[in-house]
């Protein structure tokens, strides 16, 4: 109907500590257990496959492909399955089913709408071309400026509804002062949607300590992962500033998101 935003929910459970997390695998085991099971029978075959489902972006149906040729497989010939770049959408961008969580995150849970200003930060991801065009105005930073002692983006403050980061900040050795960065760029209300390798069963995020420089200083990013990011994260972002920050745990079938706890990180202002 014209005049509304139209988005399919996003299906996932908020988590605002891994106290939380815990509860919520300790009172839906049932349930995860069968979402496992239903993984593990479309890995029996052993061969590409294309599921039916629905888009969440373009509303309609299609179809995901699967091709485990290049998943890893361990001694004992168990699959281990790489959902993120998997589950292909037969629509135009053919976006992986990480890519399209992001974009449809930020669509039904972080108000992305045609005047957004977005900031998309880090390297290109298959999301962005997508999450740009449905913004108003669309800022590329793929990494942090240094200023001295100082970790900047060239970004005036205050500027841009919405930032997302995908897959990127675990290579930030300065994680605080990204974090920080991020959040000086948002106007009030704004917010921050971003996804990185994350260990879920993790209290706190380990740092590697064999990246600075000969004067001291951190690179601003580098090619492999620094961080182990754990769920103290989301205590990073309240104290970079942010009012709430919560670890969406995402699943479903029909729109093809398959993968054990799988998650996309908000916070806002």
């Not at 841009?160 to 760029?185: F, G, S």
Request: proline letters at 5%; hydrophobic letters at 45%; glycine letters at 6%.
């Amino acid at each position: 109907m014209a005049g509304f935003d139209l988005h399919v929910r996003f299906p996932s459970a908020s988590l605002a500590s891994q106290a939380e997390f815990v509860a919520f695998r300790r009172a839906d085991q049932d349930r995860l257990d069968a979402r496992y099971s239903h993984e593990t029978e479309l890995l029996a075959a052993g061969t590409a496959l294309n599921r039916p489902g629905t888009c969440a972006l373009c509303l309609r149906g299609t179809s995901f492909a699967v091709d485990p040729a290049g998943w890893e497989r361990l001694a004992d010939r168990q699959v281990v399955p790489r959902w993120d770049e998997a589950l292909v959408c037969d629509c135009a961008d053919r976006l992986g089913k990480r890519a399209r969580a992001v974009v449809h995150f930020a669509q039904a849970a972080a108000s992305l709408r045609p005047w957004t200003r977005l900031l998309l930060f880090g390297p290109p991801d298959p999301s962005h071309s997508r999450l740009a065009a449905l913004a108003g105005e669309t800022t590329t930073r793929a990494s942090l400026r240094r200023d001295g002692a100082d970790f900047l983006l060239d970004v005036p403050d205050g500027h841009c509804h919405l930032a997302v980061a995908v897959e990127c900040l675990h290579r930030v050795p300065p994680l605080d002062a990204a974090l920080a960065a991020l959040r000086r760029t948002l106007t009030p209300g704004g917010s921050l949607v971003f996804t990185v390798p994350f260990r879920h069963d993790a209290a706190r995020t380990h740092s590697r300590a064999d990246l600075a420089r000969a004067d001291g200083a951190l690179p601003a990013l580098v090619r492999d992962g620094v961080h182990e990011i754990g769920w103290d994260v989301l205590d990073r972002l309240r104290a970079a500033g942010f009012a709430t920050a919560a670890a969406h745990c995402y699943w479903s079938a029909e729109l093809g998101y398959l993968g054990a706890f799988s998650m996309i990180f908000h916070a806002a202002l």
